[in-house]
């Protein structure tokens, strides 16, 4: 009874079967006669190139929510403030507070010495560049998209669409409605002021529009660097000046130099550590053209322009030195060139582009004390003799 019971648990208990056991009558196997039938039905196969497709797909988000989340609309809004960029804000926000101090402390006379400023025109040119600004950020995040370019970054901003958060079509509506509201604000501007901030403008519309439209964009044709210092400096400036004097100066075109020169060198920052993934989707900048050693030395040129015009505006007898109070951020400046020799990573040229944000922020502000205190301190002193 002991051996029968044996047997049947024998016979009854799974077996495992090793990979080197297995006969070969024992592998699944396509019966003769299908292969017969597909044989005989000769499916047509279309071969076409695939060479000039782009394949378009909506990303699947990092992080997927259960089914029956739904997003509050405070997070909603912090989803959408960090999509707009807003470290970057400061290149719109430098210029324009540049110019309307300029325009601000120049007109400072007898008859009106605590000068005269508009305040309306200043707002209205406010949002119109920062409206400016968000609409573009928003169309390059949808460029981007369609030509393959930022998927893997880590460190980039935006990146709605490459997240899965928000559909490229809705990041597209929305960059172009706000890039129309801009336009309304501009044109509002140009009516209290003088047309030439139309024209001035325009400029500025488009640039923002095809820095990153199209596969022929201004990014795309190393073009990127030199828009960025002309919106983002000379034409800022000068188009924020007009706007509180209903006309431009050569003067304001060399100091709108300098928040151009800290702009575009922090953008070229933000091109190096993106210069892979871009020579990839075949969009060729600056940085994937030059070799590292030139790249350094092009960002080391731009960030020093700076304080080469600063120090021309201010050292000279009878200039205003009070300027050279931009030169305390000297350290940071020693910070950002060390870095950019010493990196060749994703991850330092990200830190060096945001050394370099704040380089221009700082830079800025201390550039506009400057301007103040050498258009008060002259005067109260005439005053303070004056009155005692």
């Not at 000379?234 to 706007?243: D, F, I, N, R, S």
Request: aromatic share 10%; with cysteine.
């Amino acid at each position: 009874m002991e051996g029968l019971s044996a047997s049947n648990a024998l016979t009854t208990s799974t077996q495992v079967i090793t990979a080197e056991s297995v006969q070969a009558e024992e592998v699944p196997t396509i019966p003769l006669e299908s292969l017969e039938t597909i044989n005989a039905l000769r499916p047509e196969v279309a071969i076409r190139s695939v060479a000039a497709t782009r394949a378009i797909s909506i990303p699947v988000p990092l992080v997927v929510q259960p089914s029956e989340y739904h997003r509050s609309f405070n997070e909603w809004m912090h989803i959408w403030w960090d999509g707009l960029r807003p470290h970057y804000f400061v290149f719109a926000l430098a210029p324009v507070l540049l110019g309307s101090v300029l325009a601000w402390t120049q007109s400072m006379n007898t008859l009106h010495p605590f000068g005269q400023f508009h305040v309306t025109h200043f707002l209205a040119t406010l949002i119109t560049v920062i409206l400016l600004q968000c609409g573009a950020n928003l169309i390059n995040d949808y460029y981007d998209y369609l030509r393959g370019i930022d998927k893997t970054n880590t460190f980039g901003a935006g990146g709605l669409i490459q997240q899965g958060v928000v559909r490229p079509v809705t990041i597209l509506n929305s960059g172009l409605m706000l890039l129309g509201l801009a336009t309304l604000f501009g044109i509002f501007v140009a009516i209290i002021s003088t047309p030439l901030v139309l024209l001035l403008g325009l400029v500025g519309l488009l640039g923002a529009f095809f820095y990153s439209a199209s596969n022929r964009s201004l990014s795309s044709l190393m073009l990127g660097e030199i828009t960025a210092f002309l919106l983002f400096g000379p034409l800022m400036t000068v188009g924020a000046y007009a706007v509180q004097t209903h006309h431009g100066s050569w003067s304001v075109l060399l100091i709108g130099c300098i928040p151009g020169l800290l702009a575009t060198a922090a953008l070229y920052a933000n091109n190096l550590r993106d210069h892979e993934g871009d020579a990839q989707a075949h969009k060729y900048t600056l940085a994937t053209r030059l070799n590292l050693n030139l790249s350094r030395t092009l960002y080391s040129v731009l960030l020093l322009g700076a304080y080469v015009i600063v120090a021309a505006l201010a050292l000279p007898r009878g200039t205003p030195h009070f300027l050279l109070l931009a030169f305390w951020t000297l350290p940071s400046l020693l910070i950002a060139l060390t870095g950019i020799m010493r990196t060749d990573t994703p991850a330092g040229f990200h830190m060096v582009m945001r050394e370099t944000l704040k380089i221009e922020t700082v830079f800025v502000l201390l550039l506009l004390i400057g301007l103040v205190l050498s258009t008060l301190l002259p005067w109260m002193s005439r005053l303070w003799f004056h009155l005692f």
